[in-house]
C-alpha cells in the first residue's frame, strides 16, 4: 500500500510539474472554444444549442493531449523497467497514471467547460449538469487516452497512432457528456440517465483498462 | 515458497527481432560469485540480462533466478526530479522507512556512489557518469535482491566511479549476492567468472 501511495505521489508531481501539467490540455481546449464561435457565428440560439457537443469534444480532444507522455517516456529511459521489476504490478502502476493524469493535467476541464457553457449562453443550471458530466466522463477519457498512449508507447508517431485508437473507443462519453447537456438544456429529463452513462463508461474502463494497458506495456518491455 | 538460493540458466536460447543470438547456454551462479559478460555488441548481453530478470520470454530452457534488481541501459531518472527525491521515491517503493534515529538509507546509499554532495541538483543537471552512479546507488537499495543484474555498470563512470562500483559489489558478495555485469570496458573485479558471448 506504501509502494502505491509513493508511486502515485511521484506520478502526481511528474505529470503536473515535469511534462508541462494542466497547461497544454487547457490551452488547447479554451483555445477551441474560443476559436468555435467565430467559425460558426454569432447567432446565440445557434451557439447555445451547439454549446453542449462542442465542449465535449473540445474535452475529448484535450485528454488527447498529454497522452503520448504517459508512458512514452517510462519506456526510453527505463523508468518503465523499473516498475515492472518492481513490487508494484503494471496493472495498478496503469490505474495510477491515469489517476495522476486526471488529478494533475485534466482537472480544469470540467471547469473550463462550465465557464465556456455559460459563455455559450446555457443557462447555470445546465453548465453546471454539463460540467459534472465533465467530471464523471475524466477517468473514463483518461483511462482511454492512456490505454492508447500504452499501446503507442515507445512507435514513431505515436500521436497519430495514439489519436486513432483512442477517439472511437472515447465515442459513448462524448455521447453521454453532450446528452447531459442537451438534456438539461432542453429540460428533457434525460440528463440523470445521460450522467449516469458516463459515470458508467468510466467505471467499465477503470475495470477492464488497467489490464489492457499493462498487457500493452508488457508487450512494448519485450 | 523458498526463494531460490542461486542463479540456475540451463539450455537457454534466446532470440531479438527473429533472430537467435544465443543457443543452449546454461549459466550456474552461487551465492557469492560475479559473472562478467563480455562480447562484441550485438551478441545478446542486454537480452540475456533482460531475460535473466524476466523481462523477455527466453524461446527455450529454463531460469530459475533469486530475488534481483537490475540497472538497465536507461537510468529511469527524470530531468524535473532532484536527486534526493529520486533516491527516496526508490526507498519507498522498497519499502523503507527513515528518521527518528534509524539512520538514513537514502544517505546512506548516496555516499556509496560518492553523491551525497548532489541531493539538491536535479538529474537533468547530473552528467552522464553522476546519473549512472545515482542509478547504481539506488540499487543498494533493493535489500531483498540476492542477484544484480547489471548492463554497462561502469561505462560512463570516471576511476573513482569505478572504485566506488567495485568496492559496492564486492560488499554485496561478501554477503552472500550474486552479481551479473555485461560490459566493454574492464571492471576489475576480483575472482569474478568471465563469460564471452560470441555472434
Redesign the interface.
Known amino acids: 500500500m ?2 502505491l501511495r ?2 502515485f505521489v ?1 506520478e502526481w ?2 505529470a503536473s ?2 511534462g508541462g501539467g494542466p497547461a497544454g490540455p487547457a490551452a488547447f481546449m479554451l483555445a477551441a472554444l474560443a476559436l468555435v464561435p467565430l467559425a460558426i457565428g454569432p447567432d446565440p440560439d445557434i451557439l447555445r444549442a451547439a454549446a453542449p457537443g462542442v465542449i465535449a469534444f473540445a474535452a475529448l480532444l484535450a485528454s488527447l493531449q498529454g497522452a503520448e507522455r504517459m508512458f512514452g ?1 517510462d519506456l ?4 518503465l ?2 516498475y ?5 504490478s503494471l496493472t495498478a502502476l496503469s490505474a495510477i497514471k491515469a489517476a495522476a493524469y486526471v488529478s494533475a493535467v485534466l482537472w480544469p476541464a470540467p471547469v473550463i467547460g462550465f465557464v465556456a457553457a455559460m459563455a455559450y449562453g446555457m443557462d447555470g443550471p445546465s453548465a453546471g449538469a454539463l460540467s459534472l458530466g465533465l467530471v464523471l466522463a475524466l477517468p473514463g477519457l483518461a483511462l482511454v487516452s492512456g490505454f492508447a498512449g500504452a499501446l503507442a508507447a515507445g512507435v514513431k508517431r505515436a500521436g497519430l497512432l495514439i489519436a486513432l485508437i483512442a477517439a472511437p473507443l472515447q465515442v459513448p462519453l462524448l455521447v453521454f457528456v453532450a446528452g447531459v447537456g442537451r438534456a438539461a438544456l432542453e429540460g428533457t429529463g434525460l440528463a440523470g440517465a445521460n450522467l449516469m452513462l458516463a459515470g458508467a463508461f468510466s467505471l467499465a474502463a477503470l475495470a477492464l483498462a488497467p489490464f489492457g494497458m499493462a498487457a500493452a506495456l508488457k508487450g512494448r ?2 | 515458497m523458498s526463494m531460490p538460493a542461486a542463479l540456475q540458466v540451463s539450455n537457454l536460447a534466446l532470440s531479438r527481432g527473429g533472430r537467435t543470438l544465443l543457443r543452449g547456454l546454461s549459466i550456474m551462479l552461487e551465492a557469492g560469485e560475479a559473472l562478467v559478460l563480455t562480447g562484441p555488441n550485438g551478441t545478446g548481453k542486454t537480452t540475456l540480462l533482460r531475460a535473466i530478470a524476466g523481462l523477455v520470454r527466453p524461446d527455450e530452457g529454463d531460469i530459475i533466478a533469486p530475488p534481483l534488481a537490475y540497472l538497465g541501459h536507461g537510468e529511469a531518472l527524470k530531468p524535473s526530479e532532484t536527486v534526493i527525491d529520486a533516491i527516496s521515491f526508490a526507498a519507498r517503493l522498497h519499502g523503507h522507512v527513515w528518521g527518528d534515529g534509524k539512520g538514513d538509507v537514502r544517505m546512506d546509499a548516496l555516499n556509496a556512489m560518492g553523491l551525497s554532495k548532489r541531493v539538491l541538483h536535479t538529474c537533468g543537471q547530473l552528467s552522464a557518469g553522476q546519473k549512472r552512479r545515482l542509478a547504481i546507488a539506488r540499487l543498494t537499495l533493493q535489500e531483498e535482491a540476492r542477484l544484480w543484474l547489471m548492463d554497462e555498470p561502469a561505462a560512463p563512470l570516471d576511476a573513482a566511479g569505478r572504485a566506488l562500483l567495485a568496492d559496492l559489489v564486492a560488499d554485496f558478495r561478501k554477503g552472500g549476492g550474486m552479481v551479473i555485469a555485461a560490459t566493454h570496458t574492464g571492471l576489475g573485479w576480483t575472482d569474478a567468472q568471465a563469460l564471452e558471448l560470441r555472434p
Not at chain 1, 76 to 79: A, E, M, N, R
Not at chain 1, 84 to 88: G, Q
Open positions: 506504501k509502494a509513493a508511486v511521484r508531481r511528474l510539474a515535469g517516456d526510453s529511459d527505463g523508468t523497467e523499473l515492472a521489476l518492481s513490487p508494484v518491455l519485450e
